[in-house]
């Protein structure tokens, strides 16, 4: 079992920045990927980053690369999404979640890939 809990979100305006975070317990954290995803209301659960066990490797989605930035610190068993630039179209509600079977390590960008998801948080951009 792992438990993920996010925090971070709030309202910013446009341009501004905010950092997210994730604690993880439960199963041994450095052993499985991460990702962070968002859901706008209406719309489906979208991809915006992921990060490999070690920590080497980043993902992106295209709508966020070179302004959102994935890290994690194994140590603290927590995983970080910084988001720069932030525009309204960003607004959702943010999730972390954690991909343990390594049977999905290369669909990180697929929600049915990850098996434990935080509560989320809001993320609201205003313009």
């Known amino acids: 079992q792992v438990q993920l809990v996010e925090s971070g979100g709030g309202l910013v305006q446009a341009g501004g920045f905010l950092r997210l975070s994730c604690a993880a317990s439960?199963?041994?954290?450095?052993?499985?990927?991460m990702g962070w995803f968002r859901q706008a209301p209406g719309k489906e659960r979208d991809f915006a980053a992921a990060i490999s066990a070690n920590g080497f490797t980043t993902y992106y989605a295209d709508s966020v690369k070179g302004r959102f930035t994935i890290s994690r610190d194994n140590a603290k068993n927590t995983v970080y999404l910084q988001m720069n630039g932030l525009k309204p179209e960003d607004t959702a509600v943010y999730y972390c979640?954690?991909?343990?079977?390594?049977?999905?390590?290369?669909?990180?960008?697929?929600?049915?890939?990850?098996?434990?998801w935080g509560q989320g948080t809001q993320v609201t951009v205003s313009s």
């Open positions: 979640a954690a991909l343990t079977n390594a049977y999905y390590s290369g669909m990180y960008s697929k929600p049915y890939a990850y098996d434990y």
């Open positions: 439960g199963r041994t954290f450095s052993s499985y990927v």
